[in-house]
Every structure is written in C-alpha cells, then in structure tokens.
C-alpha cells in the first residue's frame, strides 16, 4: 500500500545531551517487554513537554531502522501539524478525527513522512467532544489494525489531570510513558495520575524528567517518592535544548 506524504518543515536537531536522553528513552522503552508496540506519552499538565518528547522520540526510533507511527491523539489541543509545520503534497490533510467520524479511511489518515520509516497520522480538525469519539469500539479495533504494520505506535496525548482522553488511550497501548515537568508538578499530583491511569489498566511504565537542570538543587528531594515506584531504568532525565529563561532557585 501506497501512502501519501506529508512533510515536516520545521524540526529542530536535538543537541548531544537530549538526543542521548532520547536514546536512553527508547532503550528503556524497548526493553519494557519483547511484545510491547504501542506507547501513549501523557503528562499531569499541559507543558510538560510530551508533545516534544514524543516527537522526538519518533524521529530516534525511526533512525534505528524500526517502522514507526506516531499517532496526533491530543485531539482538542492539537499542535504537531502547525508546530512542525507539516504540508502535504495533495493539498489534502486528513486526520484522526475525520476517520472516527466516518470522513476519511485508514489509508487516508495515515501518511508517510519526509523522515525515513516515520509515518504519521495527525489529529485532524480540533474537537471538544474528543471524550466520545475515542470511547467507542472503534479505537481499540484502530490501534490493534494500526500496530500489525508497525514496529512501534506512539501516540501523544493530552494531560491526564485535565480531561479523560488521555485514561481512554492509555488502557488499549501496551504501556505508558509520564512526562513530568521538572519542579513543576507535585508528587501528590503524580501519584494521582498514576493512580487514574492504573485504575483504568494502563501499565504505567516510567517517568520521563524534562526540562531538567542537571544538578538542579533539590530534584532529589521534590521527586523522592515518585522515584520509589518508577524503576530508576525506566526514567531518564531530558534537558532543555536551549535555556529559554531564568530560573528562580528554589
Ligand atoms: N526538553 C525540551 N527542550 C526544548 N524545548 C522543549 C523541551 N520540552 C518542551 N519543550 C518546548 O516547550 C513547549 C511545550 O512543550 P509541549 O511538548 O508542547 O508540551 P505538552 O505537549 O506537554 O503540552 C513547546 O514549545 C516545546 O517545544
Ligand atoms: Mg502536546
């Protein structure tokens, strides 16, 4: 089968400290379970940086050589297409949305990408009812159909603590992945989101620290408990490409 081709303009390299964060990432991820294909990348907040993590961690996964889809689930909030400035050939743009409702097929949601065994399916148009349009039947089937012609889905997500989408996707992947903003969330707020994904039988499988100061005063202690149910395998610390701001010590 044949797909379109969308492209993605505008993707900035990762410097040598987050691509090697990256890599961490996917080792851990791979090592995870030997049938384990589908990941759903969600956080507490927004900003946390999952829709960053979970590209790049494509674009990692890809250049091994592994066939990767990267699925835009975040369908209220949705911003790859128009951060990555992604434009298709045909002019035409389906998406996640357009196929749960019945306007376009699989063949036409799903695209190829300018990056070599990165192919992509996009959210589509935004909607405020995503909750009923990912409660169905139909998603589950989506991603099982999804995952036999891939090595790896990953499928970005909005944030556990705001609305349910994320607990909806998260129970039919093989595992989760939490994206936690450094001295940004409490733990309390983790555990929660833990404990909402497991509630609705989400193997939560690790925490990724993003935006983090490498010897940041007080990481320890601010992420002590959570640490002592993610396996120290399974968490890797990814910095901030560029310093954007000054940070107050705290
Ligand atoms: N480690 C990082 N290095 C550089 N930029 C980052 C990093 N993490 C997040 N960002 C940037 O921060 C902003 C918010 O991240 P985003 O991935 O959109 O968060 P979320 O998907 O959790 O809402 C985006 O502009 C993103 O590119
Ligand atoms: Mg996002």
Redesign the pocket.
Known sequence: MTLDKLTINHFPRLDYA?SEALNTLWTNLSFSGSNMKTFAIT?CR????????VMNLARTIAGTGKKVLLIDA?LRKS?IAG?YRVSSMSGEMWGLVHYLTGHCTIEQMLYDTNIPNLSLILAGHEVINSFALLDTPNFPGLLQQLAENYDVVLI?TP?VGTIIDAALIARHCDGTAL?VKYNTVSRKELAEAKAQLEKVGSRVLGAVL??VEPNAYGMKKYYKNYYKYSQPTDRIN?????K?RNRKKK
């Open positions: 987050a956080s927004p900003d946390e940086g999952k829709t960053f993590v975040d911003v951060r970005d944030p994206v993003n935006d990814l910095p901030y490409m560029t954007r």
